[in-house]
């Protein structure tokens, strides 16, 4: 009876978890591989499904954020604590090389408020936090994410995701949205719950490798006999991939799609030289698919007048008529220039792009004078926004990281290197979205940068060796320090969400209520969460405008001028601008108003006595 009892027990033991580097048992793995395993998929394959909603103030990110980071962070806390208790000889944690630069970037940026000119301390950390996130799923898919079905898995859910996205696109086109509240609110519009055009184009350029390999991969099964579903599970990939290659065409993203022919020629690149040329051939299916719903899409624009087809043609025309227009990004990229001249050494702060376009385009003005006035958040070009925010020496370690990776990559590539399937799709991903930040913002989109913080570590497990001479810690008491930290930003990060998430709950609250009182208690409860302190300071200068125009009570506009002023210190945004210019202008403060029209394209506005200053441009839309 003892034997069985010992038998049984032998059974239900829990195989070993093995470390993907080495191939080696660990004793105290930094977190169990289920867990891991679950956290990983929710935060690659959910957040481009939900979004915040009416019900909240910020009706887009804050869910995007939730869905996203939270899983990475409580990974985060659980590696970190496993780390500082049982070192690197138990967990056999590893800092790789690439590893260490992405710790010492963080390093580096923790410093940046000694020398920059920070104005947003929220976006500051904000922006340092997300950073975090992704270096932090760096670490853990180096040391824990395993070859073999979870990576099918993950993207079999996230090509879901995509086809689902499709279906909410069509709906938001033809304006039949509005029954659904798990759909944005956004008629007329080809973006799903992405909620912006380049970036739905990128979500299903991914969706649409993710496709690739899985095409390649379940043909190379069923041709060896290894799975018998080969067949039901290829054709039904090639069915999400025609969804998804429709909704690539028509999002008429041009960056989505040359990113795709990018990563795909990667993948086909190293199918030819790193693996089994059959490989080749497969593709051929894929192109065809491709091929065939982009002929579908111009028929569909023939026959049901959609528009999608002309327009993407049109703008293939733009690009090919107006070359130095760049897309129109030409006078946001010549601003940016500026503003990285303005200050080359220090930069302008993470995150502080946005806060500081409005200065750099009036030095824009100078050099091209007949330049068009707008604002924006961004470069549109993430290599020139990091430029502008980290100046030249974090630039160029950048810069320094991407070589490095390169030169790993050609390596493997030139020397024929064997690698698992999977690192064909890693090495594409990472192109993919490389290529589309070099017109768009993928990486200011936390939902995009998860899956490039996970294809940069898994190629980074292939192409560069693990450890370095100078990347060798000899003393395990750094580690275990180290991991500690790790476990305690991770876990400020969720308070800080948290929290947030509650300061975003009052200023929603202020703005369901029409009594100046409550929305003032709302706003000063709003304004003791840390993330939302400057949107709540804002929202008190605009009520005190409220009031005084409601009430004819010249009395409230000059406090709420005063604090609006405060606000846009912090945060200078185009609609802050001209609100500020009108204000000053009916209260006659020439002096104000003067300063306010500094950011104004020369030539455009003159200065009226008693009054705003007249011809003001106006904004263009973020």
């Not at 006999?225 to 909704?247: H, M, S, T, Y």
């Not at 001209?578 to 003159?606: C, H, I, N, S």
Request: glycine share 10%.
């Amino acid at each position: 009876m003892a034997g069985r009892k010992s038998k049984e027990a032998h059974k239900e033991a829990p195989e070993p978890q093995l470390h993907p580097l080495t191939g080696e048992v660990v004793s105290n793995p930094l977190v169990p591989d289920w867990i891991f395993e679950g956290l990983v998929t929710l935060s690659l394959t959910l957040p481009n499904l939900v979004f915040s909603g009416m019900h909240w103030y910020d009706t887009l990110h804050l869910m995007k954020w939730f869905v996203t980071l939270v899983p990475v962070g409580v990974l985060s806390v659980l590696a970190g604590a496993r780390l500082a208790r049982y070192g690197t000889e138990r967990t056999g944690f590893v800092l790789d090389p690439l590893g260490t630069l992405w710790v010492g970037v963080l390093l580096f940026l923790s410093l940046q408020p000694f020398w920059a000119p920070l104005t947003s301390s929220v976006t500051f950390l904000k922006e340092w936090l997300t950073l975090g996130s992704l270096v932090a799923l760096y670490l853990l898919t180096y040391n824990l994410f395993p070859t073999g079905n979870m990576i099918r898995v993950a993207l079999w859910l996230a090509n879901l995701n995509a086809a689902v996205n499709v279906l909410f696109a069509e709906l938001q086109m033809r304006s039949l949205n509005a029954p659904f509240p798990f759909i944005m609110n956004t008629p007329g519009y080809y973006i799903g719950n992405t909620a912006q055009q380049e970036m739905f184009g990128l979500w299903m350029a991914i969706a649409v490798l993710n496709g690739v390999y899985l095409h390649v991969a379940y043909g190379g099964q069923e041709a060896a006999g290894r799975i018998r579903q080969g067949a039901l599970l290829r054709w039904g990939n090639l069915v999400l991939l025609a969804v998804n290659g429709w909704g690539l065409w028509n999002s008429t993203a041009r960056g989505g799609i040359l990113s795709l022919l990018v990563g795909f020629s990667v993948f086909a690149l190293m199918a030819w030289r790193n693996y089994d040329r059959s490989h080749l051939r497969r593709l051929g299916a894929i192109v065809l698919v491709l091929g065939v719903v982009l002929a579908g899409s111009f028929v569909a624009d023939k026959a049901l007048n959609t528009g999608r087809a002309t327009l993407m043609t049109q703008k293939t025309l733009d690009m090919i008529q107006n070359p130095g227009s760049v897309g129109l990004r030409i006078g946001i990229w010549r601003t940016s220039f500026q503003m990285f001249l303005q200050h080359p050494v220090t930069g302008v702060g993470l995150g502080h792009f946005k806060w500081n376009y409005l200065a750099a385009q009036r030095a824009m003005f100078d050099k091209y004078p007949d330049g068009e006035w707008q604002f924006t958040y961004w470069a549109h070009s993430e290599y020139l926004q990091w430029l502008c925010e980290l100046g030249v020496f974090g630039g160029l370690l950048l810069a320094g990281m991407g070589l490095f990776w390169l030169a790993g990559f050609g390596r493997a590539v030139a020397r024929r290197e064997a690698f698992p399937l999977e690192i064909l799709w890693a090495a594409g991903m990472v192109f993919l979205i490389a290529t589309d930040a070099v017109f768009s913002r993928p990486f200011h989109r936390v939902e995009i940068a998860v899956w490039f913080a996970v294809a940069l570590a898994l190629s980074a497990r292939s192409f560069l060796p693990s450890r370095l001479s100078w990347t060798e810690v000899r003393h395990p008491a750094v580690f275990r320090a180290f991991g500690g930290l790790w476990a305690l930003v991770a876990l400020g990060g969720l308070l800080f969400l948290g929290d947030g998430m509650l300061g975003d709950r009052y200023l929603f609250a202020a703005t369901q209520s029409r009594d100046p009182n409550f929305k003032m208690g709302a706003l000063d409860q709003a304004g003791k969460h840390f993330m939302s302190r400057e949107e709540a300071l804002e929202q008190k200068g605009y009520l005190y405008l409220m009031v005084a125009e409601a009430n004819r009570d010249g009395r409230f506009l000059k406090p709420g001028l005063d604090l609006l002023y405060q606000a846009f210190r912090q945060r200078a945004e185009a609609k802050k601008l001209m609100d500020l210019m009108k204000g000053y202008g009916t209260l006659g403060e020439e002096a104000k108003v003067r300063e306010m029209t500094r950011f104004l394209k020369p030539g455009t506005f003159q200065l009226q006595k008693g009054g705003p200053a007249s011809g003001a441009p106006r904004s263009a839309a973020p």
